[in-house]
């Protein structure tokens, strides 16, 4: 039997925590990863040399590293980040040989692969996007709550000091990178989530033809939510609020099953049927570490997916 063809759609810490989750499993995986991150080390170099923001691919790459003394290795070496006063102060290893790799072949996607089969990555990374995106917010701000505001930037949202109330891309019709597409038509399985809700998780559902692929495709389709509310971005968001929020940016999006923890219940009536609403069943289970109940333990996550699931992916 051929490893189930799984499909995980994010950026940033969620979509590495569902990554290393994966490749636990008996699966092909394909993360596709979002380009919108206009701060820090990749907003440099987005800005410096044009390209797509490197970030939270090298974090995708670095999660689909394998256990072994080469993966932990080069997992190291892809999230080093250069200390001192220089000009590399603050860059990311794995963002620099990821933009110089670009920058020799010409192509992000001939990049990213030779930079998977260099690392030993136990699937593929593909960015949602051939172009580098925008991320525009209407929100309600703290000093005034009674009017919208329209904040603009990845890192600028994510950080803001109100409440998100939606989200929208900047080009608004960016073309998808088509091998994305081709995956989330080909897969068994797509996951999206967890991630931070309005810049992580809402932006992969906002590509016209990447969405189109998810609505149409023939997979089955998990939906993780996080462990926590996300100061500045879904402060006050209820888990069913949560799906409230995807409902509204994707009414036409159908889903299979929503994973919480137990710890994110609340209450469970309502949960379900917000679920029910997308025709998803609802599982729980404990899927955090216990020492950090933010993160999702890799291990417990990858038991909560082989369940809902089943044959084939153990």
């Known amino acids: 039997m051929s490893p189930v ?29 979002t380009v919108a991150d206009n701060g820090g080390s990749s907003g440099r170099l987005r800005e410096e040399l044009g390209i797509l923001p490197p970030g939270d691919l ?44 670009w920058e020799i072949l010409g192509d992000p996607v001939d990049g990213l692969d030779l930079v998977g089969q260099l690392l030993g990555a136990r699937g593929r990374v593909l960015p949602m996007s051939a172009v580098p995106l925008d991320i525009e917010a209407d929100v309600h701000l703290d000093d005034s709550p009674d009017q919208l505001t329209v904040v603009r930037g990845q890192a600028e949202v994510a950080t803001v000091e109100g409440q ?43 590509v016209p033809q990447l969405r189109r692929a998810l609505v149409e495709t023939s997979a089955r389709r998990i939906l993780v ?38 710890s994110m219940m609340g209450d469970e009536q309502v949960l379900r049927s917000a679920a029910a609403r997308f025709g998803a069943s609802l599982h729980t289970g404990p899927v955090a570490r216990d020492e950090a109940r933010d993160q999702h333990d890799p291990a417990r996550l990858a038991t909560a997916f082989a369940s809902v699931v089943g044959p084939g992916i153990e």
């Open 5 to 33: 063809r799984v499909v995980a759609l994010g950026g940033g810490h969620g979509l590495a925590a569902t990554l290393s989750a994966l490749r636990l499993l008996e699966t092909r995986i394909t993360g596709i990863v």
């Open 58 to 101: 090298r974090m995708a790459l670095s999660a689909l590293c394998g256990d072994d003394e080469w993966g932990r290795r080069w997992a190291d070496v892809l999230q080093h980040r250069f200390e001192g006063d220089g000009a590399l102060h603050g860059h990311a290893v794995g963002n620099l040989l990821i933009a110089g790799i």
């Open 164 to 206: 998100v109330v939606s989200v929208r891309l900047d080009p608004h019709d960016p073309p998808a990178c088509p091998q994305a597409v081709q995956a989330v038509q080909d897969a068994d399985w797509v996951v999206v989530g967890p991630g931070s809700w309005f810049t992580s998780v809402m932006p992969t559902l906002l």
């Open 225 to 262: 939510l996080n462990l926590q509310e996300q100061p500045g971005e879904t402060e006050g968001l209820s888990p069913a609020d949560h799906l409230e929020v995807l409902a509204a940016h994707a009414p036409e999006l159908r889903l299979d099953a929503v994973l919480v923890d137990d």
